[in-house]
């Protein structure tokens, strides 16, 4: 059974440039969340999705930050004119239930992403 | 104040002592508290879940919590240079909140 996968592993862009993280979670799982890890810093929450629907996004940045969950395929995080604090690790979960106090969460490799 | 704050280290112990980790939060509601592990360039792995104060114990991992005082503690027994990682405590509220974690090596 396949766990949680993220691609790509590793990613550079330039100042302006759009980044996309994909996330497929483990098989049936229908919840996803994303988090950021800055250097030196805990791994912060950004969004909870369910399938085609976003749950709860309070830790995801108002502007030029974006994510989906589509019926078919990955999940999406996409950023739009990247600056280079966006540099970072992203890390995907994934859990087959609401993440609610008795569920626990599965998470990716992460995707290591560099802004020049 | 952050709800959950924890030493960040780096500890460093010879194979084979005690290693405590330590955690503090701040809302007297949480009840449902984690370990995970997140090795050099990895994704966080759990380790151990605990809800209400006590013990439990898996193997050489035992997680304690004591909510009269928001304390949740790891202590890790005969430690391996394996262990070497960093470890992170969290709550489980609607969503997970993490500390920021405690970088620990384990010299043989």
């Known amino acids: 059974n396949a766990g949680v996968m993220q691609n790509p592993r590793h990613l550079v862009r330039r100042r302006g440039q759009e980044a996309r993280l994909r996330c497929s979670p483990m098989k049936g799982h229908s919840h996803v969340y994303w988090y950021r890890q800055l250097p030196e810093e805990g791994l912060k929450f950004m969004v909870y999705?369910?399938?085609?629907?976003?749950?709860?996004e309070s830790g995801m940045p108002k502007e030029r930050f974006s994510a989906e969950f589509p019926k078919e395929g990955p999940s999406i995080l996409r950023i739009q004119q990247v600056v280079r604090g966006d540099s970072a690790a992203y890390f995907c979960?994934?859990?087959?239930?609401?993440?609610?106090?008795?569920?626990?969460?599965?998470f990716g490799p992460g995707t290591r992403l560099t802004v020049l | 104040q952050k709800e959950v704050e924890q030493d960040p280290g780096p500890l460093s112990v010879p194979e084979g002592a005690i290693v405590s980790l330590n955690c503090t939060y701040s809302?007297?509601?949480?009840?449902?508290f984690m370990w995970y592990r997140q090795y050099s360039r990895k994704g966080p792995e759990l380790l151990m879940y605990?809800?209400?104060?006590g013990n439990k114990e898996d193997g050489r991992f035992t997680a304690q919590v004591d909510k009269s005082s928001k304390y949740i503690s790891l202590f890790i027994r005969d430690s391996q240079p394996s262990d070497s990682a960093t470890y992170l405590c969290?709550?489980?509220?609607?969503?997970?909140?993490f500390g920021p974690g405690t970088s620990l090596s384990v010299i043989p």
């Open positions: 969290a709550i489980n509220r609607d969503k997970v909140i």
């Open positions: 999705l369910q399938k085609e629907n976003i749950i709860d």
């Open positions: 979960a994934s859990s087959p239930v609401a993440g609610g106090h008795t569920d626990t969460q599965y």
């Open positions: 605990t809800y209400s104060s």
């Open positions: 809302n007297s509601a949480f009840q449902y």
